[in-house]
């Protein structure tokens, strides 16, 4: 199919199931944050999965022809997966700066960082049972959970970050196991500090990718419009994922009104293209969001383009991501029509 649709991973998760407000107000955490959700511990994995099933049928009604759990059993993208490590002292945080400059409790490495047991196989199989769609999940970086870590325990950063994208190598091999048609890695960090990327995190990356087989894309983006408001015009990292092993690479070009050339660099990957700008809750007109395809086009063969929203869709209104999602489906049909 050409033009496919999906989310880059996160849905709004419901204001009855996680203070949305306290979510909204501080830096994405790195360590667990419990005292966001509104439901005692008891209740909270039923009113997820219930709350997971809104966010599936909203993305199917909406017309997307890739989904995703929502990331709703998530506090932020990628903790869910960095806490459940061997090698973290979680009852002991230590502090890393966060893309924004602003320390934030993180993760504290205090021995060999090992994957214990599968962290997202059963939130991808309650997934792929509750849609006929092709589903895709995420999971965070080696390099980015490293980034939002502190070290006391690696004697180089590099040593480190190959033992994370050991973790995350065996999580993928168990989620295409499961029935993922697409795993994405998540790898923010690498546009927020390029030079540590290209040392030792592109390793890492196709280290986190070894021998895998199935669709994998990954995520590189400016962090969360809610958060970080100020946009560079270019990538500092990008051309460099040319040389990662996976299949599809995400970026975003709405809000930062991107110059698709650079989207040249990847000729052979398929981009999800951020079409949707998450800095507004205002829903784009179709039209708006033809032409940020179009924009792509020259630099992107079109059996290459997925239509995506810029990030994860967390901090919007559910019905401004509704909206959103909709209008970027009937964008698809469009520029199909162009293209058929």
């Known amino acids: 199919m050409l033009f496919p649709t ?4 996160s849905f709004p998760q419901p204001e009855w199931l996680i203070d949305r407000a306290k979510l909204a107000g501080r830096f994405p955490p790195r360590v667990r944050a419990r005292e966001l959700w509104r439901i005692p511990p008891q209740y909270l994995q039923e009113a997820q999965n219930d ?22 059993r998530r506090e932020s993208y990628s903790n869910r997966f960095a806490t459940a490590l061997d090698g973290v002292d979680l009852d002991n945080p230590g502090t890393a700066l966060d893309r924004s400059g602003h320390p934030n409790p993180v993760p504290r490495i205090v021995g060999r960082i090992r994957r214990r047991h599968p962290v997202e196989v059963e939130d991808l199989k309650f997934l792929r049972a509750h849609t006929r769609r092709q589903v895709k999940i995420t999971v965070p970086g080696p390099f980015t959970m490293l980034q939002q870590a502190q070290n006391d325990f690696y004697k180089t950063e590099e040593e480190a970050a190959m033992d994370y994208a050991e973790a995350v190598n065996a999580e993928i091999r168990d989620l295409f196991a499961a029935g993922a048609d697409v795993v994405q890695i998540d790898e923010p960090y690498m546009q927020a500090r390029p030079e540590k990327a290209r040392q030792y995190g592109l390793a890492a990356l196709n280290r986190a990718l070894e021998g895998i087989t199935g669709t994998t894309a990954v995520h590189i983006c400016f962090g969360y419009a809610a958060i970080i408001h100020e946009r560079p015009s270019g990538y500092s990292f990008l051309p460099e994922l040319a040389q990662c092993s996976c299949r599809q690479v995400s970026v975003e070009t709405a809000q930062s009104h991107l110059d698709c050339s650079a989207l040249a660099a990847l000729d052979g990957k398929r981009v999800m293209v951020g079409c949707i700008d998450l800095s507004t809750p205002e829903v784009e007109s179709v039209a708006t969001i033809v032409e940020r395809i179009r924009r792509a086009l020259p630099y992107v063969k079109p059996e290459n383009v997925i239509l995506a929203p810029d990030c994860g869709m967390k901090y919007l209104p559910r019905d401004a991501a509704i909206g959103k999602l909709r209008a970027m489906v009937a964008a698809a049909r469009v520029l199909r029509e162009e293209h058929h």
Do not use: H, K
């Not at 099933?53 to 022809?65: C, F, K, M, S």
């Open 6 to 9: 999906t989310i880059v991973g």
């Open 51 to 72: 709350a997971t099933l809104v966010a599936i049928r909203a993305q199917e009604e909406a017309g997307l022809d890739i989904v995703s759990d929502g990331e709703i």
